[in-house]
């Protein structure tokens, strides 16, 4: 029989959909016999995705047990990871409809987002519109504090430094000093 041929978009979305799962199907000592492979093919039409746990130590023969069971059963490998092997084989009933032409299956980043009961009554969502800008000569007029020039001739910004006056309670304080009073 075949192997069946997956793209790696498939691939991708079936390994995420086989995270989840726990193996169904051990595979012991005496390595892939007949009720194995009868147990695997069982599972693979009633589930469709299926792990596999191989047992022994050799990679090669974990490759050569999942290329077997592929070509065997007519099933697609999805990924093997250590022990773990992950099968598919689609479900008889089961088929995706095709999205039909013209039709995108998604919507572009530039289209807005519509909810399904509105896009089923074939309604979208607006955006209110914005009011539009004031033009420049209706700006406000600047404080003159403000309006005092630095060296560059760029406006000064206003400082967080207090004045270089003495403290509000009268007590001059020595900077740095860890003995200096605190109001």
Known sequence: MPILELTSRERSDLRSAAHP???????????????????????????????VRAGGSDRDER??????????????PVHHLGKI???????????????????P??????EPHTPKKLAAEGKTLSKPRRAPRK???AEPARPAAR???????????????????SSPHGIPRRAGSALSLRA
Do not use: Q, W, Y
Request: aromatic fraction near 2%.
């Open 105 to 110: 299956a998604r919507r572009k980043p530039s």
């Open 85 to 103: 092997l992950i099968l598919f084989r689609p479900l008889p009933g089961n088929v995706a409809p095709a999205p039909a032409e013209g039709t």
């Open 21 to 51: 799962l726990r193996p169904v199907v051990l595979i012991g000592d005496n390595g892939l016999t007949d009720a194995v492979l009868k147990e695997i093919d069982r599972a693979l039409t009633s589930h469709g995705l299926i792990k």
């Open 135 to 137: 033009p420049a000569d």
């Open 63 to 76: 490759e050569a047990m999942l290329a077997s069971i592929c070509d065997t059963l007519s099933c697609a």
């Open 147 to 165: 309006a005092t020039l630095n060296k560059a001739g760029k406006p000064m910004r206003p400082t967080t430094k207090k004045a270089a006056s």
